[in-house]
C-alpha cells in the first residue's frame, strides 16, 4: 500500500489550502482514512479522521470549524479543506489509512502512512 499525499505550500495567515492523498496498491473496504500533523520539536497529533462511508468524522478542537475532511470516489482518496488558516497550522501534515475508524492518535501507529506535506502559514 502506497499513500501519496499533495498539497501543500506557503500561504498568508487567513488564506486556504487542500490537502489531497490517494492510496494505491491494494483493494480498500471499510477503512478509515485520516490526516495527522508534525510541527518542529513537537509530537505528532492527529487533526482529523473520516470513516469508510464518510458519514463519522473527527476534528481535533484546534481546527474544528476551519477544515474538513472528506472521502472522494473511489473511496481510497481523502481530502482536508483548511480554511482560516493561523501560522499554528504550520507544520507536516501526513494521512494515513486505517484498517478501523478511531479517533484516538495511539490506535494509528500501525497504520499506513504516506510522506509529508509541509504547509507553512505566514503571519
Known amino acids: 500500500v502506497q499513500l501519496q499525499a499533495f498539497g501543500g505550500g506557503l500561504v498568508q495567515a487567513g488564506g486556504s489550502l487542500r490537502l489531497s492523498c490517494a492510496a494505491s496498491?491494494?483493494?480498500?473496504?471499510?477503512?478509515?482514512m485520516g490526516w495527522f500533523r508534525q510541527a518542529p520539536g513537537k509530537e505528532r497529533d492527529i487533526v482529523s479522521v473520516?470513516?469508510?462511508?464518510?458519514?463519522?468524522?473527527y476534528y481535533a478542537d484546534s481546527v474544528k470549524g476551519r477544515f474538513t475532511i472528506s472521502r472522494g470516489n473511489p473511496k481510497n482518496t481523502v481530502y482536508l479543506q483548511m480554511n482560516s488558516l493561523k501560522p499554528e497550522d504550520t507544520a507536516v501534515y501526513y494521512c494515513?489509512?486505517?484498517?478501523?475508524?478511531?479517533?484516538?492518535?495511539?490506535?494509528?501507529?500501525?497504520?499506513?502512512w504516506g510522506q509529508g506535506t509541509q504547509v507553512t502559514v505566514s503571519s
Open positions: 494515513a489509512v486505517n484498517r478501523y475508524y478511531t479517533r484516538h492518535a495511539e490506535d494509528w501507529r500501525d497504520s499506513t
Open positions: 496498491g491494494r483493494t480498500f473496504s471499510s477503512h478509515a
Open positions: 473520516i470513516s469508510w462511508g464518510g458519514g463519522t468524522t
